[in-house]
């Protein structure tokens, strides 16, 4: 079950992110475009940063509380994986 929800949430951020570069590539070039598709944390500090003059701060917040979900999911199913019992292959 916290596999779905965290892809679901994955796709989320993926969804936020994708809509911050098109910004991006529509107020900076390509350039710059180029440069946060390849880095993404370049996206989301440019994103915070001109948030309100874009009018893209309800994206940005929703961005961010779905990169803390996915931290804690993360945390969430490393726990559930080291308290599986693992079986012995022969």
């Known amino acids: 079950m916290l596999t779905i929800i965290y892809w679901i949430v994955w796709f989320g951020c993926l969804v936020c992110g994708i809509a911050v570069l098109v910004k991006l590539f529509q107020e900076e070039g390509a350039l710059k475009g180029i440069l946060g598709l390849i880095c993404g944390l370049y996206t989301y500090i440019w994103g915070w940063i001109n948030s309100n003059r874009l ?33 012995a292959t022969p």
Do not use: D, E, Q, Y
């Open 55 to 87: 009018g893209i701060r309800n994206i940005m917040l929703i961005w961010t509380v779905l990169i803390i979900v996915l931290i804690i999911l993360n945390f969430l199913t490393a726990g559930s994986m080291l308290m599986t019992p693992r079986t």
